[in-house]
């Protein structure tokens, strides 16, 4: 009978690592706090020497892995390297010319190739935004992003081939496939997620020249304890927590579906499903919490095109080993034909993703975390490994059941609630200010990003917007495409816009109209950024849209959106109102934190409030 797997180090130094993961957490937890450091030193030297003086309670063991825990949390806090900042992690430039350089001999197209970076360098800035953003929402960025994934296949691959060529001395191809699985690692500048890998793969290989085989918790435990003494930035990150938890659910939870239903089964296909949900389930809580989303249909479209990377990735690394063998008078002859397995399969790569994405992505977003939904997934993980432990659940329905736990809840979370959609919203940007009244968003000023037009977080996107910059057309025609939109408004303040002729756009332009002028018959809400040369423009626009005189209740809201340095200014400006010519009707708002306040409280509009 297979023995249990447990979620426990079973080695002493698995003991030793855990103690330093443990104190890496509690002191992750009160970095910021002022003399926490110093307090757990002391608490763990208290410990250590509370624990040496009492009488024995525990086997001499247990014994001993209480006093590797200690001794290991007192040497962390006074021997690793805790103040770190972030750095911006980049590929090697002679790895990335080397990539370069051999693409260029290469069928793909420009597209292809920034696609085939993505995957060889794990990097998701290769790819372009709306392929960026479609990878995201269908839960697959992990492929582009640098994953164990990655490293797992390129040693894997190595790792075969020099079994086949030193089939007798296998310690070659173990020697060389750790070497190059170094060598790109350091080519990708050292990112969590390929260190936890080549961290698992290294003491695997390692433990399997002695003939001995470590164990799933103790893998874990000592690469999560490697990156906190020496990486202490990275312990915990979101990238840690992401790759960490997803071998968890490998390691862990997979082996319990598999014994769920048709346990004497080794369909591949089975294999995958079990996989793809071990991992979804334990990545959950986390995307949930720290990103407000997840994608539903990811776990299908990961079912699919997962394997499909496991084959693609080998090829892609093969042909820029071939390519870089090939002398330059035969590189027109030979190169075609080297890339022709690698093109296929990225072709059907690509067909499928397209294909699947278009079907349904199933990305949900929530408009803050749902925490409820978090622990109720930790619960979830909880009872599967504690399943095996109750015997009057070993029965065939309860197994059956319990399998299906994890999709029903899923689906669950699919439908979960989403947050009302406020009636007045209101965002800055750089050189802008987008104000959401219902379904309906306005962009005032420029945009510096399309991100400028994204709906927050757990809103449904606007079915209007209207806008007023050209440079604000990009983020508008993504917008179109991801969302279908049909009423778009530009109101371009005497731009010509005779150019739009020629293409089959759902822009209609406002000619003459002010933006703001006709939110709603009761107000209007025009902004001013302090641009001297637009005074005599704002001027003339308060005049043209004052609707004092003809509806008795509407009121004028100018918002004076100063840069910081021309707050002074800004204040003059209401100051001087009756000065500058500006009706009293109109009301003059600054801009800066918490303006809607004022600005809901001058409305009195009933459905704002």
């Known amino acids: 009978m297979k023995q249990e797997i447990s979620i426990l180090p079973r080695s ?56 590797l825990y200690l001794f290991a949390s007192i040497l962390f806090l006074v021997a690793a390297s805790i103040q770190q900042s972030p750095r911006q992690r980049t590929i090697h430039p002679i790895f990335r010319s080397y990539l370069e350089t051999q693409l260029k001999n290469s069928p793909f197209t420009k597209f292809e190739s920034r696609i085939v970076m993505g995957f060889v360098t794990g990097s998701t800035k290769e790819i372009s935004g709306s392929f960026k953003d479609i990878a995201k929402e269908s839960g697959i960025l992990h492929l582009f992003a640098a994953s164990g994934l990655h490293l797992g296949i390129f040693m894997g691959s190595l790792q075969f081939l020099g079994n086949l060529c030193f089939s007798k001395r296998k310690w070659i191809s173990l020697l060389v496939s750790l070497g190059l699985g170094f060598l790109y690692l350091a080519a990708l500048d050292f990112p969590v997620s390929f260190l936890r890998a080549y961290l698992f793969v290294f003491l695997s290989l390692t433990a399997s020249l002695f003939y001995r085989k470590i164990g799933p918790a103790d893998l874990l435990v000592i690469a999560s304890a490697c990156i906190a003494f020496f990486l202490f930035y990275d312990f915990l990150s979101i990238g840690f927590l992401l790759s960490f938890g997803a071998v968890f659910g490998i390691f862990f939870l997979k082996p319990r579906f598999d014994k769920q239903i048709f346990p004497e089964s080794k369909s591949i296909l089975k294999e995958n499903l079990n996989l793809t949900i071990a991992c979804s389930i334990c990545s959950f809580p986390i995307l949930v919490y720290y990103f407000s989303s997840f994608s539903f249909g990811g776990i299908g479209i990961n079912f699919f095109l997962v394997p499909m990377a496991g084959i693609l990735l080998p090829t892609l690394y093969l042909s820029f080993f071939l390519q870089s063998l090939v002398p330059g008078f035969l590189a027109e002859t030979l190169s075609s034909w080297i890339w022709i397995p690698a093109s296929f399969e990225l072709s059907i790569f690509l067909k499928i993703f397209y294909t699947l994405t278009e079907f349904g992505r199933g990305y949900q977003t929530w408009a803050k975390p749902p925490t409820e939904l978090c622990i109720l997934s930790i619960l979830i993980i909880i009872s599967f490994l504690m399943f095996s432990k109750l015997p009057f659940l070993q029965k065939r329905i309860f197994r059956i059941c319990i399998y299906f736990l994890p ?33 309906h968003l306005y962009i005032f000023g420029t945009c510096d990003s399309k991100k400028n037009l994204e709906p927050s977080r757990g809103l449904l996107p606007p079915k209007k917007i209207s806008f007023e910059s050209e440079s604000c057309l990009q983020g508008v025609l993504s917008q179109i495409r991801k969302h279908n939109l049909t009423d778009i408004f530009w109101y371009q303040n005497g731009q010509d816009l005779d150019w739009m002729k020629n293409f089959q756009l759902p822009i209609q332009p406002q000619g003459s109209e002010i933006l703001g002028a006709n939110i709603s018959p009761d107000f209007s809400i025009l902004r001013f950024d302090g641009d001297p040369k637009h005074v005599s423009q704002i001027l003339k626009q308060t005049k043209l849209a004052d609707k ?61 409030l």
């Open 12 to 67: 002493d130094f698995g003991w030793f690592c855990l103690g330093i993961c443990g104190t890496g957490f509690f002191l992750k937890l009160g970095l910021k706090i002022p003399g926490f450091h110093s307090f757990l030193i002391l608490f763990f030297l208290f410990l250590f020497i509370l624990y040496t003086t009492l009488p024995k309670f525990f086997s001499n063991q247990i014994d001993k892995r209480i006093y």
């Open 407 to 439: 999709s029903l809840f899923l689906t669950f979370s699919f439908f979960y609630p989403e947050a009302k959609i406020p009636g007045l919203m209101t965002k800055r940007g750089k050189g802008n200010l987008s104000i959401r009244i219902k379904d």
């Open 548 to 608: 004092s005189k003809f509806v008795p209740r509407w009121k004028g809201v100018l918002l004076l959106d100063f840069p910081p340095w021309k707050k002074k200014e800004a204040n003059e400006w209401i100051q001087y109102q009756k000065l500058l010519g500006i009706s009293t009707a109109w009301k003059m708002i600054l801009v800066e934190d918490s303006f809607e306040i004022p600005l809901r409280d001058h409305l009195q509009y009933p459905n704002l």
